[in-house]
């Protein structure tokens, strides 16, 4: 009899989080544990081919080995570039910076 292991496939939208276990083979794959977790079913917004996978929060390819009480994690793809959005928040600081108050003895009232 082959040996089997204890794995979790999680996938988490904004509000809910769907955490499912189960029993594999040894040997399976990331991408073997979350066709056989039936989650592509729950969550049919799940593009498994451009879907990126990880193990407890590191990035991994989708034919990586699991082992025993390993988390595969679906990620969702990003909203907004993460270096973009910091960029924006740093050029509105600096505008604040530059004109954003009262000038000196003005107190804004008519």
Do not use: C, W
């Given at each position: ?73 679906i ?25 954003g ?10």
């Open positions: 009899m082959a040996e089997e292991i204890t794995v979790e496939v999680a996938y988490a939208l904004p509000n809910v989080q769907t955490l499912l276990g189960l029993t594999v083979p040894a040997g399976t794959t990331a991408e073997e544990a979350v066709r056989r977790s039936g989650i592509l079913q729950k969550h049919s917004e799940i593009d498994l081919e451009h879907a990126k996978l990880g193990i407890f929060g590191k990035h991994v390819k989708h034919d990586a080995l699991l082992r025993h009480g390993d988390r595969v994690e990620y969702r793809p990003l909203i907004a570039d993460p270096k973009e959005v910091r960029r924006k928040r740093a050029a509105e600081g600096k505008a604040m910076k530059k004109g108050g009262a000038l000196e003895g003005e107190t804004g009232r008519d």
